[in-house]
């Protein structure tokens, strides 16, 4: 609801609830937003008018309805007829929608993860919606039933958006016996939680891994809670979370033919000051330089940082088996991997992060 407008010579004041001081709405802006169809096009959702430059004077203004819908409506010295903007448009513009639905978690136990079926991801809106919701949840998500194929996989990935293509390929193997990419990710040893393409000046939004065969002893998968962490540094240390998102961190990926650099800090706030990612990769981390001080106070904050993602009591620890498909959130969660033994593989890909938050918009 609007609670209240008042004319100003700049615009109008809208205030929205009672300790509200209220913004003033200038008439360029007023203009710039109008929704009637000489301004904006319902169809294309863009603008037909040019409002950067000046506009003419407003003459008159009231709270009226369109449609049967609240809206504001202006009238100009230029135009015969009136514009219009609803009072729903101007009440979400100014209000803070919040991060996409995440539900911080500290421990496995304070995780629902429900195991979808994939035929009913590919067949049915529900199932489409169950999966995205837990991915939206909790950062992570898992089904089961996968065919082993790579057009399955694919299908799946074509579900949310398209696969991405890096310098891994589009759809890309993953086993200890692969020696196509210079990375500890192709072997059998530990990983310790980290998040993928610190080095992608846009970094892969999410991740997902199908397992094609599975046997001897370890590898499970270990997921942390990027979003969790953030949020209790944010809490008890103020400076340090100051540090972890000002401080610009470089990461590389190097391999014959190829030199990938790019540098974030290692949380990433929205206008709103909502934490929207978590970049954390030591071993992909670059040589960097700040002042003494800086330096000093950055490693603190970047250690508070991977001692909390190292600390087992965050992680939830999932063994895959054949069959089993596991996506996660590679802007929140941190994932690793247990040390194994014996024959691990997967078919994987990376998909965008704007991709799932468009399928979710359009599936709510």
């Known amino acids: 609801m609007v609670l209240r407008i008042d004319p100003r010579p700049d615009g109008l004041m809208v205030a929205l609830h009672p300790n509200d001081r209220g913004t003033v709405l200038s008439w360029r802006w007023l203009r710039d937003h109008g929704e009637d169809p000489e301004t904006f096009n319902h169809e294309t959702r863009q603008r037909r008018i040019d409002a950067l430059g000046p506009v003419s004077a407003v003459t008159g203004w009231k709270l009226d309805a369109v449609d049967g819908d609240p809206a504001l409506t202006l009238t100009w010295t230029d135009k015969p007829a009136s514009t219009w903007i609803s009072v729903a448009t101007i009440v979400r513009l100014m209000s803070d929608p919040g991060p996409l639905v995440a539900e911080p978690w500290n421990s496995a136990e304070q995780v629902s993860l429900s ?4 035929d009913k991801v590919l067949g049915t809106s529900a199932g489409l919606t169950e999966w995205l919701n837990d991915l939206a949840t909790w950062g992570v998500a898992k089904l089961s039933g996968f065919d082993g194929s790579s057009d399955q996989a694919i299908a799946l990935a074509n579900r949310i958006g ?8 589009g759809l890309w193997d993953l086993a200890s016996d692969i020696a196509d990419h210079d990375d500890t990710a192709y072997t059998e040893s530990f990983l310790a939680p980290h998040t ?20 001897g002893t370890g590898g499970e998968s270990i997921i942390v809670d990027g979003f969790a962490i953030a949020g209790q540094i944010r809490s008890d240390r103020p400076d340090l979370f100051e540090t972890l998102t000002t401080v610009e961190v470089p990461a590389h990926y190097i391999e014959p033919s190829v030199e990938l650099r790019a540098s974030r800090p290692a949380i990433r706030l929205d206008a709103n000051g909502h934490v929207v990612q978590v970049s954390l990769n030591n071993y992909d981390r670059s040589p960097m330089l700040l002042p003494p001080g800086e330096m000093d106070r950055f490693y603190e904050a970047y250690g508070l940082l991977q001692s909390m993602a190292d600390d087992e009591s965050r992680w939830l620890s999932i063994r895959l088996e054949a069959g089993d498909v596991l996506i996660n959130d590679n802007w929140r969660v941190l994932h690793g991997r247990q040390a194994y033994t014996g024959e691990r593989r997967f078919i994987g890909c990376y998909l965008n992060h704007e991709d799932f938050e468009s399928r979710l918009r359009t599936l709510a």
């Open 115 to 118: 195991v979808g079926d994939i």
């Open 162 to 169: 398209y696969v991405r293509t890096s310098i891994f390929g």
């Open 196 to 215: 993928d393409g610190t080095y992608s000046h846009d970094a892969p939004g999410l991740q997902m891994f199908c397992c094609t065969h599975r046997d």
